[in-house]
């Protein structure tokens, strides 16, 4: 008698086939006015939008255990060490250890931050990816002026972070990401897997259906290290400039960009076209 299929393996099987038919779709006409790229697109939002709506309801595990098995090294992880980021970090490792974790230099990390990524190191007995931009602070002062960050954030976040994304996921095949629905009304309908044009990766937002309690709940479980500036009222950490506290019954991002109608980075959402070129 064959032995008893578990949960896991279940979804992988399922969901497997799926995916790997979205490799053959290109050229596809589905509509026969379009461009077969355009065709290959409007496939691949269909197969992945039914994988990610297959995955709503199982645990993150499974969606997980999918990922290793169907993009293997292809897999990279995301992180800004966060708490989310932690989180995904710590699940992603429990199903394969050896899993690529690359986190964005952007040269503005707190001091803070920088220790919390030395002791997630020291916790997992593993290095992270670093990837940065190729410009660096002082080349982008003398370029676009000093403070940046001030006179132009979109700019300064498409330097020191989106850029510098492309080349992190070069080699990628999909990328995991820290996103959750209720961090921000601009994430609310996070799916859990979808086509990222823009990288030409499969987006995965494992924790997208999780709250910030249920975060925090995992990190004190696991007794994970996280950074010291959440426990003075920093739910949100960026980069220091443009990362305050927040006050009591604020959203959980309102210390980002504060002042501005600017919400997002850009790396997972596309935001205005920068006022002056970045290349």
């Known amino acids: 008698t064959a032995a008893p299929t578990s949960p896991i393996a279940h979804a992988a099987t399922n969901a497997a086939p799926v995916a790997s038919a ?12 379009t461009s077969a790229a355009d065709d290959f697109l409007d496939w691949t939002r269909i197969v992945f939008g039914l994988i990610s709506n297959r995955f709503d309801h199982a645990a993150t595990t499974d969606l997980l255990v999918w990922a290793a098995q169907t993009f293997g090294t292809g897999l990279s992880v995301g992180t800004s060490f966060g708490t989310s980021g932690i989180v995904l970090m710590d699940l992603a490792l429990q199903v394969n250890p050896d899993v690529d974790i690359f986190y964005i230099d952007t040269g503005y990390f707190f001091p803070e931050t920088l220790d919390l990524m030395r002791r997630l190191e020291d916790h997992y007995q593993r290095n992270f990816r670093r990837v940065s931009t190729q410009m660096t602070i002082a080349e982008q002062e003398k370029r676009f002026g000093p403070r940046l960050y001030e006179n132009d954030p979109d700019l300064c976040c498409h330097v020191r972070k989106v850029l510098p994304m492309s080349q992190a996921l070069r080699d990628s095949t999909a990328w995991a990401t820290a996103v959750r629905r209720d961090q921000a009304s601009s994430r609310r309908n996070t799916p859990l897997v979808q086509w990222n044009e823009r990288h030409n990766v499969v987006k995965l937002a494992p924790l997208a259906h999780w709250t910030e309690a249920d975060i925090w709940n995992h990190i004190a479980e696991q007794k994970l290290p996280y950074n010291e500036l959440h426990d003075r009222n920093y739910p ?3 980069c220091w400039p443009c990362t305050r506290a927040v006050q009591p019954g604020e959203d959980l991002r309102a210390g980002r960009w504060s002042g501005r109608e ?6 997972h959402w596309d935001v205005k076209q920068p006022t002056r070129t970045a290349h």
């Open 262 to 267: 600017k919400i997002e980075c850009g790396i």
């Open 22 to 33: 979205a490799a053959s779709l290109q050229g596809t006409p589905l509509h026969g006015t």
């Open 236 to 238: 949100s950490i960026g």
